[in-house]
């Protein structure tokens, strides 16, 4: 258990926002295999000020279960701050701004990481969605833009003094993308330097990866991004190891197989079927891979147009693994 202000999260296992992974039914499977907190995928600033119906739709997490953390990103303060407040009418119990994003489609605005390069604005963007809001403000971040502009402690100590929640770090530089390896002496050096929880992000690819951060970082939660794309149970699996101590064991062919349709069946009733089988033919990849046959069988996944057409594709490796 760790909190967020007043808000109390069960366990340290938090599932990180991802375009097009954390959506209502991504966040429903972490759900169902026990993260503690789920975040959505990022949400546009100026898409909740101009009223976009599709923004608008991705942000109302109002009457979803569990807990939530509604992703903003943006760079302009007073945008942001009319933002933060249309999400916290629409439910948001938590609210993150996103000032680690790489894509150039992000960054070219001036937001995600590359607000990192501007340490007054960020000070700028957080005071204005601060005094916006009356909902826990977290802030997830990067180690920096490259190697010579390495400022993560900087901008996480001015969120901290802005009256910031937690700071989830991904010790990676926005020029490296996910290249290399994640940095976890920063995340242990981020929770040395603060009295707010950091949560830390970065190279979780099972549940000991987890553990392991844990005890080297000392971070106060664990945020689960690409190790969990297709492969829910690894929040399980951390939650069973890190808060009692016990090992699982691995998902059979059976159970990835009824995961997957656990999470198409979502997708659909959330998205109908023409949208979510599009959408979920990256899933079901995510799903089989590693798998004997996976490759057989991945441009039947990707000419699938119908649930039962993406659901024998993926049987058909059950059947001849």
């Avoid at 097009?20 to 546009?44: K, N, P």
């Avoid at 996910?178 to 099972?206: Q, R, T, Y």
């Avoid at 149970?233 to 069973?240: C, L």
Wanted: charged share 25%; proline share 4%.
């Amino acid at each position: 258990m760790f909190r967020i202000g007043d808000i109390k999260i069960p366990n340290r296992v938090v599932a990180a926002p991802l375009a097009g992974v954390t959506d209502r039914a991504g966040r429903d499977m972490a759900r169902l295999f026990g993260c503690g907190l789920v975040y959505t995928e990022m949400i546009s600033d100026m898409g909740l000020v101009y009223n976009q119906a599709r923004t608008l739709q991705m942000a109302a997490v109002e009457g979803e279960p569990g807990l939530v953390a509604v992703q903003l990103f943006g760079s302009h303060p007073g945008a942001m701050a009319k933002a933060a407040r249309i999400l916290e009418r629409l439910g948001a119990r938590i609210i993150d701004i996103n000032m680690g994003c790489p894509t150039p489609k992000v960054v070219r605005n001036g937001g995600g990481a590359a607000l990192m390069r501007d340490a007054a604005k960020v000070r700028d963007v957080l005071h204005a969605v601060l005094d916006a809001v009356k909902v826990p403000v977290t802030v997830k971040i990067r180690k920096g833009w490259d190697e010579t502009q390495i400022n993560y402690l900087e901008i996480a100590l001015i969120a901290e003094a802005a009256g910031v929640k937690a700071v989830a770090l991904h010790p990676r530089t926005r020029q490296e993308f996910f290249s290399g390896h994640a940095d976890w002496g920063a995340i242990k050096l981020l929770k040395e330097h603060l009295n707010i929880p950091v949560i830390g992000n970065g190279d979780i690819w099972s549940a000991a990866d987890a553990v392991r951060m844990m005890a080297e970082t000392g971070c106060d939660a664990l945020m689960i991004g690409r190790g969990a794309m297709g492969n829910p149970f690894i929040f399980r699996e951390t939650v069973a190891l890190l808060e009692e101590g016990r090992v699982l064991s691995p998902p059979t062919l059976e159970e990835r197989f009824l995961a997957a349709r656990k999470h198409l069946d979502l997708a659909i009733q959330y998205k109908g079927e023409y949208t979510a089988v599009r959408e979920m033919r990256k899933h079901f990849a995510w799903y089989c891979k590693g798998l004997k046959g996976a490759s057989r069988v991945r441009e039947a996944i990707n000419q699938a147009v119908t649930r039962e057409e993406l659901l024998a594709a993926l049987a058909s490796i059950t059947i001849h693994a």
